[in-house]
């Protein structure tokens, strides 16, 4: 049985279109203001083209960038720090797990957070921006980062492709995989994690700290309506994320009141603990039709 993929080609052209008109405004105020494409400033020090500031001489710093009126002044070596000039660039943590197939109105999770990878990654190569990604499944999908318009396609329709069998195996857990993001991306990138962040934990708070102590980090929560509200359904047989199934009385109110109660305050506290850690937070119902209303979109910002 041949199973369709979780986007067709005609809705990711649709998107293409709805990312070009959601950033049209704020990118010609961009660009009208910044000297060109490649000509960001970064908040982050390094051997650029503009000086910052100056700091004690270091082991292993180059002689040439001494600053020597500073050094005669305190009688200690010092040396220039300069603002580097980057491209701006967006990497995208695609969260296709098992817990993201899921969904019980118009579309599941996983469909929900490509569609969001597919805005961001348009929306960054239609003004020159540099975009990466990673598809985190058993088997997770690297791509590197292009400007390449057809390279970009090809990371969008592998976020759009059929998700594979439900594996068999542990998958990747997302704190395993953050470490790896962050020895991989150029700092400064923009850094997107779209997921439900089922296994968020503390083993994740070092990790998120370190991304966030050299990128701009948007967390994106996909979610589904019966994971705050359950339908009152009857007796039905649901089965958790280990396997076991559950028989259970959805025609119960007291039984849905808990479930409701419990699932706000998950939820909530998932969000305060992001939000806490410094990261730009947003909750994203899977049948919401607009993401990018509510998404921030890559549109010319520095990084």
């Known amino acids: 049985m041949v199973f369709p993929p979780i986007l ?21 105020q961009n660009l009208l203001e910044q000297r060109q494409a490649g000509d960001v400033a ?36 010092h040396v220039k720090q300069f603002r580097e000039e980057r491209r701006p660039a967006v990497f995208i ?21 490509a569609r969001v990878a597919a805005l961001i990654a348009f929306a960054a190569t239609q003004q020159g921006w540099a975009a990466s990604g990673v598809i985190l499944e058993a088997q997770p999908h690297w791509f590197p ?24 195996t542990h998958e990747p857990t997302l704190a395993s995989i953050l470490p790896l993001i962050n020895a991989s991306v150029v700092r400064g990138t923009h850094v997107y994690l779209l997921s439900d962040f089922t296994d968020l934990d503390a083993a994740c708070e070092a990790h998120i ?14 979610l589904d309506t019966a994971e705050y509200e359950l339908p009152a359904a009857g007796r039905v047989n649901l089965q958790g ?19 409701r109660q419990q699932a ?15 990261c730009h937070y947003t909750q994203l119902l899977a049948e919401v039709d607009a993401p990018e209303l509510t998404v921030p979109l890559p549109h010319g910002m520095g990084a």
């Open 8 to 28: 067709t080609e005609t809705e990711l052209q649709a998107l293409y279109q709805r990312a070009r008109s959601a950033t049209a405004d704020a990118s010609l």
């Open 93 to 113: 943590v695609l969260d296709r797990r098992k817990a993201m197939r899921f969904g019980t109105k118009v579309r599941l999770k996983a469909a929900q957070a």
């Open 42 to 77: 970064s908040r982050y020090r390094g051997a650029g083209l503009d000086y910052a500031e100056s700091r004690p001489y270091q082991s292993g710093d180059e002689p040439r960038f001494i600053h020597w009126s500073v050094t005669a002044r305190t009688g200690k070596a």
């Open 209 to 222: 700290l370190q991304l966030l102590h050299h990128h701009p980090l948007f967390t994106v929560q996909v």
């Open 145 to 168: 980062a292009s400007t390449d318009t057809h390279a970009v396609w090809e990371f969008v329709r592998q976020c759009a492709a059929t998700c594979p069998p439900l594996p068999t």
């Open 264 to 278: 706000a305050a998950l939820h909530e506290g998932q969000a305060q603990r992001l939000r806490g850690w410094g």
């Open 241 to 259: 994320l280990d396997g076991i199934t559950h028989r259970v009385n959805l025609a119960d109110p007291a039984l849905r009141e808990q479930f």
